[in-house]
């Protein structure tokens, strides 16, 4: 069975700092991994996703992640956070292959302050 | 196009009544779920299709029922609401086509409250 933990549940920062938000997952097969951004009273959207290839990975608004298998991580960065960067952050992973079933974290709140 | 539709977007419920939450998507998609979100709690999955005719429980499937006859559509129903029920709950749609490592497109959420 797959796994994902968000360890932190709220990441305060400055508005220009750099942010990383982490996530380290579970699983005995290869595995596709997604960050996905919540907005205030909105549905989520994808933000980035690995499937293979480059372990570094471009997103929307400026961010990225990095898959390391050996660490079992896949961290999500923004080196300039910015107001509207304020919303809730989930961390999923499928395992590659079949149904695909994907199990999200329990997402971590980011508060850009100004 | 609209991607994924829900209604309604709030409702309040008294214990032990019914409801249909719908959704609609227009992409084609072959999957869709339902997911509820409760806070702190990440997203647990209800229900879900791989196809107009097929559902499969998920994680939380308990006091819950679904459909699917069309591509289109996927309501939800609540048979005997419980104040365990009250959650955001989200509908989501994605193309899968083999090991595609497919993005989910979500709508807006129903905010739902039993009293």
């Known amino acids: 069975a797959q796994s994902v933990t968000q360890l932190d549940s709220q990441v305060p920062v400055f508005e220009e700092a750099p942010v990383e938000l982490r996530c380290n997952y579970s699983?005995?097969?290869?595995?596709?991994l997604f960050w996905y951004v919540q907005y205030p009273n909105q549905g989520l959207q994808l933000l980035l996703k690995y499937l293979s290839g480059s372990t570094l990975v471009k997103g929307i608004n400026g961010f990225e992640a990095e898959f390391n298998k050996s660490q079992t991580s896949f961290h999500l960065r923004k080196p300039s956070v910015h107001i509207s960067d304020t919303a809730e952050y989930f961390c999923?992973?499928?395992?590659?292959?079949?149904?695909?079933?994907?199990?999200f974290g329990t997402g971590t709140k980011l508060q850009v302050i100004p | 196009n609209a991607g994924v539709t829900q209604t309604p977007k709030f409702r309040i419920l008294k214990i032990g009544q019914s409801m249909t939450l719908q959704c609609t998507q227009d992409m084609n998609h072959n999957y869709m779920y339902w997911y509820r979100q409760d806070p702190g709690m990440g997203l647990k999955l209800i229900y879900y299709s791989v196809g107009a005719g097929i559902t499969d429980k998920g994680e939380v499937p308990n006091g819950y029922n679904v459909s699917r006859s069309t591509t289109e559509d996927f309501p939800l129903r609540l048979e005997l609401a419980a104040p365990s029920q009250t959650s955001v709950y989200f509908c989501a749609s994605s193309y899968n086509k083999g090991g595609m490592g497919n993005e989910q497109f979500f709508g807006p959420g129903t905010r739902l409250t039993v009293l």
């Open positions: 699983s005995s097969v290869s595995v596709y």
């Open positions: 999923a992973v499928s395992e590659a292959g079949g149904y695909q079933k994907v199990t």
